[in-house]
Nanobody
Framework: QVQLVESGGGLVQAGGSLRLSCAAS????????MDWYRQAPGKQREFVAA???????NYADSVKGRFTISRDNAKNTVWLQMNSLKPEDTAVYYC?????????????????WGQGTQVTVSS
């Protein structure tokens, strides 16, 4: 009933920039928090950045000052602007959203994940 679709990944040289986007669709009532996570080969998925519906943000220490998260509540879309990229930023990046959606006369809340988008930073 709810889908998250990411885009914007790719191959970039160290020091370059990429902008990821994630659009949520379906019978969405509200989205509280939208997050970005990443998973490098052989490592656990880790938190990157989060933004509330009110615009409050939080970042992992490893990306502070380089990455910026933003969102458009009307479009149910979140972006991750990534600057000064490093080889250690190479990972599959996943969008996560805390969604309240309607089904008939009822409302439900659940967390949804996108399919992931690959970011590769070459040295």
């Amino acid at each position: 009933q709810v889908q998250l679709v990411e885009s914007g990944g790719g191959l970039v040289q160290a020091g370059g920039s990429l902008r990821l986007s994630c659009a949520a669709s379906g019978s969405i009532s509200t989205i509280r928090t939208m997050d970005w996570y990443r998973q490098a080969p052989g490592k656990q998925r880790e938190f990157v950045a989060a933004i509330t519906s009110g615009g409050d943000t939080n970042y992992a220490d490893s990306v502070k000052g380089r990455f910026t998260i933003s969102r458009d509540n009307a479009k149910n879309t979140v972006w991750l602007q990534m600057n000064s990229l490093k080889p250690e930023d190479t990972a599959v990046y996943y969008c996560n959203a805390d969604v309240t959606y309607s089904s008939g006369a009822f409302y439900y809340s659940d967390a949804y994940w996108g399919q992931g988008t690959q970011v590769t930073v070459s040295s």
